[in-house]
Nanobody, 119 residues
Framework: QVQVVESGGGLVQSGGSLKLSCVAS????????VGWFRQAPGNEREFVAN????????TYADSVKGRFTISRDNAKNTVYLQMNSLKPEDTAVYYC????????????WGQGTQVTVSS
């Protein structure tokens, strides 16, 4: 069973940047595609980006394309999300999980990390 810990969130002004980290414990991410999701108050959790573990292939939601970059460090068993040009509508709790395409592999979520973008 893979457990994940997300970190790096915070309060930032519109146009600012943050870099989120997702570290796996227990079993590793090795061999799995990993994705970032976010959930704003009153909304359902939505897909943000994913990265294949065995390649540099990435996929992004249209709402973040060109502003966010997902990457991974296999040696550290960590997946990152660099967020630039942040907008107030990016405010949400951000989560990571193993995925199949744009769908979470399971319903085992970490505590998430809060990102708040002020206007």
């Amino acid at each position: 069973q893979v457990q994940v810990v997300e970190s790096g969130g915070g309060l930032v002004q519109s146009g600012g940047s943050l870099k989120l980290s997702c570290v796996a414990s227990g079993r590793t991410f090795s061999g799995h595609t990993v994705g970032w999701f976010r959930q704003a108050p009153g909304n359902e959790r939505e897909f943000v980006a994913n990265i294949y573990w065995s390649s540099d292939t990435t996929t992004y939601a249209d709402s973040v394309k060109g502003r966010f970059t997902i990457s991974r460090d296999n040696a550290k068993n960590t997946v990152y999300l660099q967020m630039n040009s942040l907008k107030p509508e990016d405010t949400a709790v951000y989560y990571c999980n193993r995925v199949v395409g744009r769908l979470p592999l399971n319903d085992q979520w970490g505590q998430g990390t809060q990102v708040t973008v002020s206007s």
